[in-house]
């Protein structure tokens, strides 16, 4: 299999690890007319690529590989010194595997990484080391502390991680378009270009920690997709429905399923439907013994994202709070299941002094439930509402932000350095105000 055309710019490159990963990384990049230089303990795995052969099955692999070799554009070795002095890149793409207890091992990792610091010590020329091996937030991090700092503060050495997405059985193809790119860097202005050049031009730029976290929030959010698809498979089986056309109905909807919408961290969840829906649900569950621990999890999940906001106005040290927004989401006056109204209520059961300002919320107007709940859970709500918004401010410390139901020029007048803001709401231009600024999950 051929990939793209030659480069316009061609890069020596070594890469450390021709497992899964390692092998399909090298022989692309030998096919994209770069120099490759493969390196792994193992010798038979290293004879293997000398001979241009890969060592297991992956479509397109072993053409990728042939083709490569004949180029002479990829060989293999088990001496990192003579693989380092070849190249100006190195991959790490040796594996990360689980210990006993469940933990990350970095044991190759750190092994390589040391190895690769001695040969760079011994080379005058500047190198680029990037880790494609997937590893905990702040693993790349320690790895330069622990082994490469002196090169790094010489300027001999760029750091970066570089997490692989690419799935076994359709490798090739998800390296050549990989479904994500996103590069994270030690030194935060370092240049980027080489890596989009080498791999994929829309690579995005993070911090380390931002890209390691990225590689373990996808392989999460695969995980609770596909656990997710099976509970409600077994919910379907247990109540006599067909689960495939369940889900597959469920994945038409790109506008509020498989999208964007809900992936953003902030508020808990709430409103008159997904509290008691999910409710309901994990009923029908129970009572039909069917097992679905992720999707009983949720209330649970929620729950403790409330706690976890209640806990940050406490921090906040200061008796004199202020929500900005009432209801359980902008543009609607609807108070059933709102995280604010549970603030509220919890604040005012530890003696807070509380003021609301919300413009929508008019209690005079609530009829049906949402009247039902306020007079029952929150009796004195009208005397909590404010309608200045400068007077509310002036007697309050604390703001706590639901949504945007104020202007921000607004806030910015009356806001002073005495304010902590805390931001449920996701609204960056409060951070440049000149109140003290947190947000809920950043
Ligand atoms: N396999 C996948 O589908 C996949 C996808 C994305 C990311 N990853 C991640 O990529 C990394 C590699 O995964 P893999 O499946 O290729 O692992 P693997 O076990 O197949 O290969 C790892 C290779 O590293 C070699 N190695 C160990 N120590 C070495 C050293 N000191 N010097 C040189 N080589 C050394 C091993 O001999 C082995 O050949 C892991 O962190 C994994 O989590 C894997």
Not at 399 to 419: G, K, M, Q, T, W
């Amino acid at each position: 299999m051929q990939s793209d055309a030659s480069p316009k710019e061609q890069f020596s490159i070594s890469v450390f690890g021709l497992g899964y990963v390692g092998s399909v990384v090298a022989a692309l990049l030998a096919s994209r007319g770069h120099k490759v230089i493969g390196v792994d303990v193992i010798q038979s795995k290293v004879d293997a690529m000398n001979a241009g052969e890969a060592t297991f099955h992956e479509p397109g692999l072993a053409e990728l590989t042939s083709g490569a070799h004949r180029a002479k554009l990829l060989r293999a070795t088990t001496d990192t010194a003579e693989a380092i002095a070849g190249t100006d890149i190195s991959l790490v793409c040796v594996g990360t595997p689980s210990t006993a207890a469940g933990s990350l091992d970095l044991a190759f990792v750190e092994e390589v990484t040391g190895n690769i610091g001695a040969a760079l010590r011994a080379k005058s020329t500047r190198h680029h080391l990037i880790y494609r091996s997937t590893m905990l937030p702040g693993s790349t991090r320690g790895l330069v502390d622990t082994h490469l700092k002196d090169l790094v503060d010489d300027l001999k050495l760029q750091v970066f991680f570089y997490p692989e997405f690419l799935r076994q059985g359709t490798a090739v193809k998800d390296m050549i378009e990989p479904s994500l790119s996103v590069v994270g860097s030690y030194d935060p202005e370092v240049d980027i270009s080489a890596i989009r050049k080498i791999f994929d031009a829309s690579t995005e730029q993070t911090d380390l920690e931002s890209a390691e976290l990225i590689k373990y929030a996808c392989n999460a959010f695969h995980a609770a997709k596909v656990s997710f698809a099976n509970e409600i498979g077994r919910i379907s089986k247990g109540i006599g429905v067909d689960a495939v056309n369940v889900m597959r109905v469920i994945c038409q909807d790109t506008r509020l399923n498989i999208s964007p919408y809900y992936l953003r961290p902030g508020t808990p969840f709430g409103g008159s439907c997904l509290p008691k829906d999910v409710s309901a649900l994990n009923h029908l569950s129970r009572s039909r013994a069917l097992s679905t621990p992720m999707l009983d999890s949720l209330l649970a999940s929620n729950e403790d994202h409330m706690d976890h906001l209640t806990e940050m106005v406490e921090t906040a040290a200061s008796p004199r709070v202020l929500l900005l927004g009432l209801s359980f989401k902008e543009q609607t006056d609807d108070l059933r299941g709102s995280a604010a109204f549970e603030l509220a209520t919890r604040l005012l059961l530890k003696n807070y002094d509380v003021g609301i300002y919300d413009p929508l919320i008019v209690p005079a107007n609530f009829t049906g439930a949402v009247g039902r709940i306020a007079s029952l859970r929150l009796p004195n709500l009208t005397s909590l509402l404010k309608s200045d918004l400068a007077a509310a401010l002036r007697e309050k410390d604390t703001i706590v932000v639901f949504n945007r139901c104020a202007d921000v020029s607004h806030l910015a007048e009356h806001l002073a350095p005495r304010h902590k803001i805390i931001d449920v709401a996701s609204w960056p231009e409060l951070a440049s105000l000149s109140a003290s600024y947190t947000g809920i999950c950043w």
